[in-house]
């Protein structure tokens, strides 16, 4: 096992170059699955979901070359429908790959990925789409049986709840066909419009007819391409609160700006000063903190996926500040290790109130998830003396080299083994 050991109090300088979107590159790994031809793919993370994702892939008839950042993707003659649970258990995006897996062979069985630490996290919306266009989909022993039932040409399916992955499969299962589909109501958070952008460069014919609805005319196959994965705006956002909460500035390089307005505007609320160096790069300029009252929505409000690192910045915001957590049910298991800091922080069914505090004391915690394990990293960079974070393969499944990232711009961080 190993774990993250943090002296605090050290101060940040210099610049983070931040890497590819995990979350941009999972789903069109999976759209992978629809083209035959080559594919390379610059810019991907290299992180522990993407490694999962591209075994999936093997295990499904592509053949997968990874050479840094760059993924070379090329098809075996040895397809197939059926997306082992060892391999999707771990990683909930594995059931993205059933709308390819239908689109190609009218058949797939995918095991379902199982709730996970921040919520049930169920799949109903991406089987009500499937069903709509024609799938019969059972669940057995674990398992998403579907096939193909019935044929419609013509579509137009109402999301009843925003969602990203459901919004995902409903297009990756429809641009290889002979059908014309209207969603309406679906995610656009930049990660779906990446993988919109990928699809269209391959030949598909996706257009937006509002803000929330798009029309495809699914195309009988799909070209091979070249194509540049969007920088990870998490990783971005994250690295703005380390050099707030250490009250350094930093400089943050290969980003996209547009993806950040809604990051930005917040952190400016809590008097931040952001400088846009560039429509690539931003210095964050720390400034006293300030409570804010905000709450996790769909893009293009506050995303959920920051929320765990707002909160550790705004334990040092003087007044009470407050964050509700619209999205997850559960997103709130860093609460407790925030606490054994010294964190004032009540919980009260989605809500979480922040009494603003001086200081941290550094203490041993414990990862949960992916946001919650870097939230702890973000505290314990501020903390007083040492701060230890066990079970970190949580961090490793979404941040590239985040030690060597912070250890390079001053902070005191390394990464041990224990038995
Ligand atoms: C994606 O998860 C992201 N993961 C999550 O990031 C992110 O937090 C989430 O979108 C919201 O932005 C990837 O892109 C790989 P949803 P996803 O479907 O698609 C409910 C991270 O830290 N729901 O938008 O699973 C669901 O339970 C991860 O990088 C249903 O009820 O999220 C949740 O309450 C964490 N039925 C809400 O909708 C469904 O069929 C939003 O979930 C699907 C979702």
Redesign the pocket.
């Known amino acids: 096992m190993k774990k993250i050991v943090i002296e605090g109090g050290a101060k940040l300088q210099g610049s983070i170059n931040i890497s590819g979107s995990?979350?941009s590159s999972?789903?069109i790994l999976a759209a992978t699955l629809l083209i035959d031809e080559k594919i390379i793919l610059n810019n991907v993370p290299n992180v522990k979901?993407i490694l999962t994702m591209v075994s999936l892939l093997e295990t499904l008839g592509k053949k997968i070359k990874i050479k840094n950042n760059t993924l070379e993707i090329t098809s075996t003659n040895k397809p197939s429908y059926f997306a082992k649970y060892e391999l999707v258990k771990t990683m909930?995006?594995g059931i993205?790959v059933i709308g390819p897996l239908l689109a190609k062979f009218n058949m797939a069985k995918v095991s379902l990925p199982g709730g996970?630490a921040?919520?049930?996290?169920?799949?109903?919306?991406?089987?009500?789409f499937l069903s709509k266009i024609g799938y019969e989909n059972k669940v057995v022993k674990g398992y998403v049986v579907s096939k193909k039932k019935f044929s419609k040409n013509k579509i137009s399916f109402f999301f009843k709840?925003?969602?990203?992955?459901?919004?995902?499969t409903a297009i990756l299962s429809s641009c290889l066909s002979s059908k014309e589909v209207k969603l309406i109501n679906i995610?656009i958070?930049p990660?779906v419009i990446d993988l919109i952008n990928f699809l269209n460069r391959s030949g598909t014919n996706i257009k937006f007819i509002a803000k929330r609805s798009l029309i495809i005319k699914g195309v009988k196959n799909l070209r091979g391409l070249k194509y540049q994965i969007m920088p990870d705006r998490?990783e971005a956002g994250t690295y703005m609160v380390a050099s707030a909460i250490t009250n350094s500035p930093l400089i943050l390089k290969n980003i996209s700006v547009v993806h950040l307005k809604n990051i930005i505007n917040i952190f400016k609320k809590i008097g931040l000063n952001i400088k846009i160096l560039s429509d690539r790069s931003l210095k964050v300029l720390p400034g006293r903190l300030k409570s804010i009252r905000i709450k996790t929505v769909?893009?293009p409000g506050f995303?959920?996926?920051m929320q765990a690192q707002l909160m550790s910045l705004l334990i040092f915001a003087k007044g009470i500040s407050e964050i509700k957590e619209d999205?997850?049910?559960n997103r709130f298991l860093h609460v407790l290790e925030l606490q054994r800091m010294g964190a004032k922080i009540e919980i009260k069914n989605n809500k979480a109130k922040i009494i603003g505090i001086d200081y941290l004391s550094g203490a041993q915690v414990m990862a949960t998830?992916?946001?919650a394990s870097v939230c702890l990293v973000l505290a314990g960079l501020v903390a007083h003396g040492k701060t230890e974070i066990n079970r970190i393969y949580h961090l490793e499944r979404?941040y590239e080299n985040l030690v060597k990232k912070l250890k390079n711009c001053g902070a005191k961080i390394k990464i041990i083994n224990v038995r």
């Open positions: 995990k979350n999972l789903p979901d909930r995006a993205l996970c921040i919520g049930a996290r169920p799949v109903d919306i991406h089987l009500d709840k925003i969602s990203v992955g459901a919004t995902e995610a958070e990660e998490i769909p893009y995303p959920t996926d999205i997850f049910e998830d992916l946001r979404g």
